[in-house]
């Protein structure tokens, strides 16, 4: 026993003379690395239960807002209530965990730095036993955080510039680190919080020249405790993304694992400053008093890296393996954004083809897994392809001549046998006196050629007129077409019939006359779709009335034609809380009975008309959404069970939902949140494997993203 004390003295000078050293954050970091498990053991000790009862907290709460993204969890909506209260649940668990793990492992890492170890359950009694001060700590530790931002608000909105706000925010942050040895004054001298922090400012305070000052101790802690362990995190986890090469489990594992033994080298910066701290301040007998409050009796018992390291690494493999079995049955999304990874070569002036926010129009699954994009908006009509199975590699070619009308939409189809056919209008003569006359082109993976030869008569280039494209029952393809009538009287609906893919030899049958608005520039507002026995189907959606016509043949010859008034609408158009693009969009399903989705025109709500018989002079009306701010119609398509799939914008949450229906019952699923807001533009087509593949944009103020999103497991 006398050996003992006359030993302790001696010990405790040399703690004193190491903790004099400068570098105090390397000399830290080396300490904690070389006893990593030890110090490690709090965090696991105490979040491993915490994260196991959020993970199945989350599995219990979540609603449909919940996708798994690429194999990331997220939430596309604004969370439920139950959602948000298990939010703040953890929140608080983890927030009194950490005030059990630092001051924990603070203890710990002072034991390892003073030769007098200290064993896990006594760091922990400690800790637990100073919890009521840590806690009161972390509480005045967020109200600091809630003043600095609010103060770096007000800054904002008296100023108007962020770099002010950055500064006072910066600066307040900077003034409260110090704060910080108050975990090692609570926990090793026992203070009140009120003590602590006064304590640690004087700690942190002017003194001796060779210990530093303050603003040498606050940029110790801003850069051991803050700036380096997170440059660090971000670093690794750079680093094992690449590693891993997109495995969800890996990177699950090796992130959680690294947000567990941060704090060890966070708590040992602390402890080492600390100590410097004190050696430079203070007397040998009051550093020797300290160390001697240390718990436990000086000999902790060996580490045991083996349990350490199961509960590091546990929670993040039980979270990556609820992603990857999905035992919940979260809706699953793959998701590429095409222009990720262009410049501005990639989008050339021209004459190369180039692409603009508001050019997607249509999509179409082509052979393998090639998807074709069909682009036209106020210029020539181009082609975008690319893999369905992520866009690698992009490529671009014009679908229309150089010398065409830029000034009229175009259409497009995908033929039965693989080719895109386009509409065009090639163009005659010089300024007032200028013809035009309707023409196809088809387009392969080799590019575009012309038919053989032009649809129609010529007509002015100054004429109203539309073209719609849908390919026959069989091998060819209808071509609807309005024109406006002289004096704007009304329009002319005709359609043409080609029994081959290239029309080679067209007939054309006019089939009514409507009063409906012809307008060069409406993109949704003319459909044509094949019946049984290839009789046509055409759907008129007039946005500037807002009604909705559907003209049908008795026979394939159209010796008889129905006109059925869907909705007959009033002059609507135009409204500032309507606003957006009205318009409409048909499938004819197998037995002839057509599907329509439209954006109305009157109140901007998304409708659906599910038709009874061929006519549709008995339908069932679906009202999908709204009345709301959409800024573009839906798209539809019918899967292989049969169900509709309307896809439409949900400008206030910034989404992209899709609706589910059989018959009128719909079920509504988020598959997509834009960063920024929702572009003019929205498209779905099939994949080759029967799932919806929507392509939409995502623009800011100053840049735009076309973005393709595949929902993998729809709800009925």
Same mark, same amino acid.
């Given at each position: 026993?006398?050996?003992?004390?006359?030993?302790?003295?001696?010990?405790?000078?040399?703690?004193?003379?190491?903790?004099?050293?400068?570098?105090?954050?390397?000399?830290?970091?080396? @300490?904690?690395?070389?006893?990593?498990?030890?110090?490690?053991?709090?965090?696991?000790?105490?979040?491993?239960?915490?994260?196991?009862?959020?993970?199945?907290?989350?599995?219990?709460?979540?609603?449909?807002?919940?996708?798994?993204?690429?194999?990331?969890?997220?939430?596309?909506?604004?969370?439920?209530?139950?959602?948000?209260?298990?939010?703040?649940?953890?929140?608080?668990?983890?927030?009194?965990?950490?005030?059990?793990?630092?001051?924990?492992?603070?203890?710990?890492?002072?034991?390892?730095?003073?030769?007098?170890?200290?064993?896990?359950?006594?760091?922990?009694?400690?800790?637990?036993?100073?919890?009521?001060a840590m806690l009161l700590l972390a509480l005045l530790g967020v109200v600091?955080?809630?003043?600095?931002?609010?103060?770096?608000?007000?800054? =904002?909105?008296?100023?108007?510039?962020?770099? !002010?706000?950055? &500064?006072?925010?910066?600066?307040?942050?900077?003034?409260?680190?110090?704060?910080?040895?108050?975990?090692?004054?609570?926990?090793?001298?026992?203070?009140?919080?009120?003590?602590?922090?006064?304590?640690?400012?004087?700690?942190?305070?002017?003194?001796?020249?060779?210990?530093?000052?303050?603003?040498?101790?606050?940029?110790?802690?801003?850069?051991?405790?803050?700036?380096?362990?997170? +440059?660090?995190?971000?670093?690794?986890? !750079?680093?094992?993304? !690449?590693?891993?090469?997109?495995?969800?489990?890996?990177?699950?594992?090796?992130?959680?694992?690294?947000? =567990?033994?941060?704090?060890?080298?966070?708590?040992?910066?602390?402890?080492?400053?600390?100590?410097?701290?004190?050696?430079?301040?203070? @007397?040998?007998?009051? %550093?020797?008093?300290?160390?001697?409050?240390?718990?436990?009796?000086?000999?902790?018992?060996?580490?045991?890296?083996?349990?350490?390291?199961?509960?590091?690494?546990?929670?993040?493999?039980?979270?990556?393996?609820?992603?990857?079995?999905?035992?919940?049955?979260?809706?699953?999304?793959?998701?590429?954004?095409?222009?990720?990874?262009?410049?501005?070569?990639?989008?050339?002036?021209?004459?190369?083809?180039?692409?603009?926010?508001?050019?997607?129009?249509?999509?179409?699954?082509?052979?393998?897994?090639?998807?074709?994009?069909?682009?036209?908006?106020?210029?020539?009509?181009?082609?975008?392809?690319?893999?369905?199975?992520?866009?690698?590699?992009?490529?671009?070619?014009?679908?229309?001549?150089?010398?065409?009308d830029e000034d009229i939409a175009s259409s497009s189809a995908r033929l039965?046998?693989?080719?895109?056919?386009?509409?065009?209008?090639?163009?005659r003569g010089q300024g007032d006196d200028r013809r035009v006359r309707l023409? &196809?082109?088809?387009?392969?993976?080799?590019?575009?050629?012309?038919?053989?030869?032009?649809?129609?008569?010529?007509?002015?280039?100054?004429?109203?007129?539309?073209?719609?494209?849908?390919?026959?029952?069989?091998?060819?393809?209808?071509?609807?077409?309005?024109?406006?009538?002289?004096?704007?009287?009304?329009?002319?609906?005709?359609?043409?019939?080609?029994?081959?893919?290239?029309?080679?030899?067209?007939?054309?049958?006019?089939?009514?006359?409507?009063?409906?608005?012809?307008?060069?520039?409406?993109?949704?507002?003319?459909?044509?779709?094949?019946?049984?026995?290839?009789?046509?189907?055409?759907?008129?959606?007039?946005?500037?009335?807002?009604?909705?016509?559907?003209?049908?043949? #008795?026979?394939?010859?159209?010796?008889?034609?129905?006109? #059925?008034?869907?909705?007959?609408?009033?002059?609507?158009?135009?409204?500032?809380?309507?606003?957006?693009?009205?318009? +409409?969009?048909?499938?004819?399903?197998?037995?002839?009975?057509? =599907?329509?989705?439209?954006?109305?025109?009157?109140?901007?709500?998304?409708?659906?008309?599910?038709?009874?018989?061929?006519?549709?002079?008995?339908?069932?009306?679906?009202?999908?959404?709204?009345?709301?701010? %959409?800024?573009?119609?839906?798209?539809?398509?019918?899967?292989?069970?049969?169900?509709?799939?309307?896809?439409?914008?949900?400008?206030?949450?910034?989404?992209?939902?899709?609706?589910?229906?059989?018959?009128?019952?719909?079920?509504?699923?988020?598959?997509?949140?834009?960063?920024?807001?929702?572009?003019?533009?929205?498209?779905?087509?099939?994949?080759?494997?029967?799932?919806?593949?929507?392509?939409?944009?995502?623009?800011?103020?100053?840049?735009?993203?076309?973005? =393709?999103?595949?929902?993998?497991? &729809?709800?009925?």
């Amino acid at each position: 026993m006398p050996e003992a004390v006359q030993e302790a003295p001696a010990r405790h000078v040399q703690a004193m003379t190491v903790a004099r050293r400068d570098g105090v954050i390397w000399r830290a970091y080396g @300490t904690a690395a070389r006893h990593l498990i030890r110090l490690a053991a709090p965090a696991a000790l105490v979040f491993l239960p915490i994260s196991l009862v959020a993970l199945l907290g989350l599995a219990l709460v979540v609603d449909e807002s919940a996708v798994l993204v690429d194999g990331s969890f997220e939430l596309l909506g604004t969370p439920g209530r139950p959602l948000l209260v298990w939010a703040a649940a953890v929140m608080l668990a983890s927030l009194a965990g950490q005030a059990v793990v630092l001051p924990a492992t603070v203890v710990i890492a002072v034991g390892l730095l003073t030769g007098r170890p200290v064993a896990t359950p006594d760091a922990m009694r400690a800790a637990l036993r100073n919890l009521p001060a840590m806690l009161l700590l972390a509480l005045l530790g967020v109200v600091v955080f809630t003043a600095t931002a609010v103060a770096g608000f007000g800054m =904002l909105m008296w100023t108007g510039q962020l770099l !002010w706000a950055v &500064l006072v925010m910066a600066s307040l942050a900077v003034l409260a680190l110090p704060s910080l040895l108050a975990v090692a004054i609570v926990t090793l001298e026992g203070r009140s919080a009120g003590r602590a922090l006064a304590g640690a400012y004087r700690l942190a305070g002017r003194g001796e020249p060779t210990a530093g000052g303050f603003w040498s101790c606050t940029l110790t802690l801003a850069f051991g405790v803050l700036v380096f362990p997170a +440059a660090a995190q971000r670093a690794v986890e !750079w680093a094992v993304e !690449w590693a891993v090469s997109g495995s969800v489990l890996g990177y699950g594992v090796a992130t959680s694992a690294l947000t =567990l033994v941060i704090p060890a080298f966070q708590a040992t910066v602390i402890a080492r400053l600390y100590l410097s701290r004190l050696a430079h301040r203070s @007397t040998a007998e009051a %550093f020797e008093r300290v160390v001697e409050k240390l718990p436990g009796s000086g000999a902790a018992s060996p580490a045991r890296p083996v349990p350490v390291l199961a509960a590091l690494l546990l929670p993040g493999s039980l979270f990556a393996a609820t992603l990857l079995v999905n035992p919940f049955g979260w809706l699953e999304v793959t998701q590429t954004v095409v222009t990720a990874t262009w410049t501005s070569d990639d989008v050339p002036p021209q004459p190369r083809p180039g692409l603009r926010e508001t050019d997607l129009k249509a999509m179409y699954a082509g052979r393998g897994d090639e998807l074709i994009m069909f682009m036209d908006s106020f210029g020539l009509a181009r082609l975008l392809t690319c893999s369905a199975t992520g866009c690698p590699r992009t490529g671009f070619r014009w679908a229309e001549p150089a010398d065409a009308d830029e000034d009229i939409a175009s259409s497009s189809a995908r033929l039965h046998e693989g080719r895109i056919a386009v509409s065009t209008w090639s163009q005659r003569g010089q300024g007032d006196d200028r013809r035009v006359r309707l023409g &196809l082109m088809l387009c392969d993976a080799r590019g575009c050629v012309p038919g053989p030869r032009p649809i129609g008569e010529e007509m002015s280039v100054y004429e109203g007129r539309s073209v719609a494209l849908a390919p026959g029952r069989y091998d060819g393809l209808m071509i609807a077409q309005v024109r406006e009538l002289p004096e704007r009287d009304g329009e002319v609906l005709s359609v043409t019939f080609c029994e081959d893919p290239v029309c080679a030899d067209p007939w054309t049958k006019e089939l009514a006359r409507l009063p409906s608005r012809t307008s060069a520039y409406q993109e949704h507002g003319l459909v044509v779709g094949a019946g049984p026995t290839n009789r046509p189907v055409v759907l008129r959606f007039d946005e500037h009335a807002g009604s909705l016509a559907l003209i049908t043949c #008795e026979e394939s010859d159209c010796a008889e034609v129905h006109v #059925e008034r869907l909705v007959h609408g009033g002059w609507t158009w135009g409204f500032d809380e309507v606003g957006g693009e009205a318009g +409409a969009t048909m499938v004819v399903r197998d037995d002839g009975r057509p =599907l329509i989705a439209y954006r109305d025109s009157a109140d901007g709500s998304i409708r659906m008309l599910d038709c009874r018989n061929l006519s549709c002079s008995q339908s069932d009306p679906v009202i999908l959404a709204g009345p709301g701010r %959409f800024r573009v119609p839906p798209a539809l398509v019918v899967d292989g069970e049969g169900r509709a799939l309307v896809a439409y914008q949900d400008v206030d949450d910034n989404r992209i939902v899709v609706a589910t229906c059989e018959g009128t019952r719909c079920t509504h699923t988020p598959v997509a949140k834009g960063r920024y807001a929702l572009g003019d533009a929205l498209a779905m087509t099939l994949d080759a494997r029967g799932r919806p593949m929507i392509g939409w944009i995502d623009h800011s103020e100053h840049d735009w993203d076309l973005i =393709l999103t595949t929902p993998l497991n &729809l709800p009925s």
